[in-house]
């Protein structure tokens, strides 16, 4: 509906695991991000790329792991996650960051819970 | 950094009454404010957004009121409906977006 999709909509794993998060854009949009949203806390930014380019790493943990092949599509790697990594994780991209266009659209996210 | 803080966190009004959910900023530099609304399994969808070089912006229902010299903008939702319930977030930009903590809108028919 807003042109940003993101799968699987829903995954539960265990802390060994590794799970990779997808994240498409159809939007034509070259910057994209990813945010953890909490209960009862605001969205954290965790990682922006630019025109492929990662040009913010929010201090976020090394088991987590950005990968941007291209404008179009967004990954977020998980391994070896604890149990307070349980989040909706959300997908969003903009035109790019030095357009102006500050809009940003966001997908539906990813419910992941660690076990 | 930039710190943005949103109220109430909790809202309810009577179907046609107006709702009103206030944020406020403490980065002068920031200059672009948008809304959020995102309802229940659903991402954040921008319903409105104000830059900082306007005071007001209106559409349909929705209006956002900016005060630069204090800080603080505001989301008027006028007539509201029941599917006008959802949690609405707002937050503040100069490069990167800080969001408010969310309001959790519940319009009672």
């Known amino acids: 509906e807003t042109g940003v999709t993101q799968t699987p909509r829903h995954l539960v794993m265990g802390m060994t695991n590794k799970k990779s998060l997808k994240c498409e854009q159809h939007l034509g949009h070259n910057a994209m991000y990813w945010y953890k949203q909490s209960a009862k806390k605001p969205l954290e930014l965790m990682f922006v790329y630019n025109f492929k380019e990662q040009t913010e790493n929010n201090s976020v943990p090394s088991r987590f792991s950005p990968e941007c092949p291209n404008s179009s599509h967004l990954f977020l790697h998980l391994h070896t996650l604890q149990p307070e990594d349980s989040a909706l994780y959300l997908c969003a991209s903009s035109q790019d960051l030095a357009s102006g266009s500050y809009e940003q659209y966001f997908g539906p996210g990813t419910r992941l819970t660690v076990t | 950094g930039e710190n943005v803080e949103q109220h109430p966190s909790t809202l309810s009004v009577q179907e046609g009454d107006s709702a009103v959910i206030k944020c406020t900023y403490s980065?002068?530099?920031?200059?672009?404010f948008p809304w959020y609304k995102q309802e229940l399994g659903k991402g954040p969808q921008l319903i409105i957004d104000i830059r900082s070089n306007v005071g007001e912006k209106k559409d349909q229902r929705i209006a956002v009121t900016l005060n630069k010299t204090a800080k603080h903008f505001s989301l008027h939702i006028t007539e509201t409906q029941p599917e006008d319930s959802a949690v609405y977030f707002c937050a503040a930009s100069r490069n990167q977006f800080y969001f408010g903590t969310g309001t959790s809108l519940t319009v009672i028919p």
């Open positions: 980065d002068s530099a920031s200059n672009y």
